[in-house]
Nanobody, 116 residues
Framework: QVQLVESGGGLVQPGGSLRLSCAAS????????MDWYRQAPGKERELVAT???????TYADSVKGRFTISRDNTKNTVYLQMNSLKPEDTAVYYC??????????WGQGTQVTVSS
C-alpha cells in the first residue's frame, strides 16, 4: 500500500518558519520525483517546489528565496523548509510522488496558517 504522510504544519506568525515533512512508503522512493503543492481557499492548486530523482529542484516564483525542498532517500522523506512566511502562504500543503507514466500519489495534506 502506497502512503504519503505529511506533517509539520501549524500556526505561525508572519516572518516565522516551519519545516514540513512527507514520509513515503510503498514506492521505490529514490526513482520518484517528489513535489510540494498547496491550495488556499478559493484558489487553484499551486505547485510550490519539485525535487527530481536526478537532483534538480524548481520553485514557484512566489516562494523563491524563502522555501527550500530537500529529500533524504535513506529515510524515504521529502522536506519543505519554509522561512520568512507570509499570510499569503496560508494553505493546505500536499506532497506528491510521480515517476514516468506510473500512477501519481498524494498525501492527505497539512494545514499551514500564517497569521498575527
Amino acid at each position: 500500500q502506497v502512503q504519503l504522510v505529511e506533517s509539520g504544519g501549524g500556526l505561525v506568525q508572519p516572518g516565522g518558519s516551519l519545516r514540513l515533512s512527507c514520509a513515503a512508503s510503498g514506492i521505490i522512493f529514490k526513482i520518484y520525483t517528489m513535489d510540494w503543492y498547496r491550495q488556499a481557499p478559493g484558489k487553484e492548486r499551486e505547485l510550490v517546489a519539485t525535487f527530481t530523482s536526478g537532483g534538480v529542484t524548481t520553485y514557484a516564483d512566489s516562494v523563491k528565496g524563502r522555501f527550500t525542498i530537500s529529500r533524504d532517500n535513506t529515510k524515504n522523506t521529502v522536506y519543505l523548509q519554509m522561512n520568512s512566511l507570509k499570510p499569503e502562504d496560508t494553505a493546505v500543503y500536499y506532497c506528491g510522488a510521480h515517476w514516468a507514466n506510473a500512477r501519481s500519489y498524494w498525501g492527505q495534506g497539512t494545514q499551514v496558517t500564517v497569521s498575527s
